[in-house]
């Protein structure tokens, strides 16, 4: 049977196997001992040697870039990745993921989007693993594993409520008695097997609870206990010393991250301008003003739907395609400047969903009808795409002034010395953007 650690890495056999690991410092060593696993893992892809890691921190960056690729790659090949799911690796696997979590916590902000790409990661892998063990021997693990995670020896309901409110998993799927969500068979037939007299309790078991709600109770709950570690290790890592070696892995993941999700969302990408005639080209984070960096990381409860729909929506779009538009008195549409929408598809949007997607919580999951307010702040109707057959039905949006920002999202309006004599974030963006091109240039 599989080990408990290799589904929950934070379980009491994780927490020893991290006690007898070594030096830190080794884990950019090369390991033979990976390399043969990863090799000979069934099914394992090997058309390319550099698909293999080669050493923990190889391994670490390529659990990364498994994530990233599974979410965003139309051509994702999962045959490249089939050694994340050999239970070989477990005791590997678990150093690996405490190592994530130290340096993902050292660097990026608990409700970061790079976080969040760990931390639903680790809830897909629990059910990849899961799905390649055999019934009886999966039954008996996840039992295991959901032992050892309930809290005071129970599964209190409200401990789901994120995933029941996301609509992942219904409150009605689930048995709830006194509180507590019945999972398990001895349990059930201990509270219930009296209250029926012409039905196997057994059977009225397996039609009530069932494997699939138990498997997506598990990874949720370990996901929750993943995403508890890293604010744990960031609270304490204000006191206690990093290790250079996880100091190490976060600066690669740092640059890891944007520059391989860049392939996929291209609003990453560099650009360039003049400012005052500022030209149209792609968007440049580093010049985003504090209001919209803070919206694209993510904004929580209360502010959401105005920074996503009114703020960032119109800041981006016209970023992108018109950042003239307080020089001028043209009245303009986005097909004017994307006549075929490919621009406002593939870089606007992805930038605007990304943004409502990291927002506590994710904007669409509790308001999906914000996506149709967004395609009508564009210009194009009440719709949820963007067709050029319904543009003109309602107007597309200029952004936001400072002014408004104070009033309406206080919250966001964090002034730094980029928007000093600034009275609209759209000229704030111009002005670093072109500063920022120069630089550039004289280097």
């Known amino acids: 049977m599989a080990e408990v650690s290799y589904i929950n890495p934070l379980s009491n056999e994780g927490r020893q196997i991290i006690r007898q690991y070594g030096d830190l ?20 892809r090997i058309s390319d040697d550099s698909l293999i890691p080669k050493s923990y921190a190889d391994y670490a960056i390529k659990r990364i870039q498994w994530a990233i690729e599974k979410k965003n790659n139309k051509n994702f ?19 690996i993921f405490h190592i994530l979590c ?10 970061s989007r790079e976080t969040r790409l760990f931390v639903e990661s680790q809830g897909i892998i629990i059910q990849e693993r899961l799905s390649k063990i055999p019934p009886m021997a999966r039954a008996e693990i996840i039992d295991e594993v959901l032992d050892e995670v309930k809290t005071d020896g129970a599964i209190k309901w409200n401990s789901l409520k994120d995933v029941i409110s996301s609509k992942k998993l219904k409150l009605t799927d689930l048995l709830i008695d006194e509180g507590e969500i019945i999972l398990q068979s001895d349990d059930f037939l201990e509270r219930f097997s009296d209250k029926f007299h012409d039905r196997n309790p057994d059977r009225m078991y397996n039609i009530l609870i069932g494997d699939n709600v138990k498997e997506q109770i598990l990874s949720r709950l370990i996901m929750q206990k993943t995403e508890e570690y890293i604010a744990r290790i960031k609270e304490m890592s204000a006191h206690v010393e990093i290790h250079p070696a996880i100091l190490k892995i976060a600066e690669q993941l740092k640059e890891f991250i944007p520059e391989e999700t860049s392939k ?35 904004v929580s409860s209360g502010g959401r739907n105005d920074a996503i729909v009114l703020l960032l929506t119109s800041f981006a779009s016209y970023a992108r395609l018109y ?7 043209e009245t303009v549409k986005v097909s004017d ?36 307010n967004i395609i009508s702040k564009l210009g194009f109707g009440m719709h949820e795409t963007v067709d050029i057959n319904h543009e003109g039905e309602t107007k597309w949006y ?15 309006c964090h002034p730094d010395k980029s928007c000093k004599g600034i009275n609209n974030p759209l000229s704030c963006y ?5 500063q920022l091109d120069r630089e550039q240039k004289e280097e």
């Open 25 to 44: 410092n080794q884990i950019f060593e090369e390991d033979e001992t990976l390399i043969d696993i990863c090799t000979h893992t069934l099914n394992q």
């Open 77 to 95: 090949t999962p045959a490249e990745f089939e050694y994340l799911t050999n239970e070989e690796l477990f005791q590997k696997d678990v150093v």
């Open 102 to 111: 130290q340096a993902i916590a050292n660097q990026f902000n608990v409700g």
């Open 264 to 298: 996929y969302n291209q609003y990453y990408a560099g650009s360039g301008g003049i400012y005052g005639t500022v030209q149209a080209e792609k968007l440049n984070p580093d010049a985003f003003p504090p209001c919209i960096k803070t919206t694209v990381e993510g």
């Open 323 to 329: 950042p003239r538009i307080f020089a001028s008195d």
């Open 337 to 372: 400047m994307d006549p075929d929408l490919t621009i406002t598809e593939n870089e606007i949007l992805p930038l605007i969903f990304d943004a409502a997607a990291n927002c506590t919580p994710p904007l669409f999951e509790d308001q999906p009808q914000e996506k149709i």
């Open 398 to 412: 200029t952004p936001m002034s400072c002014e408004k920002i104070k009033i309406h999202l206080p919250h966001l």
């Open 430 to 434: 111009g002005r670093k953007k072109f």
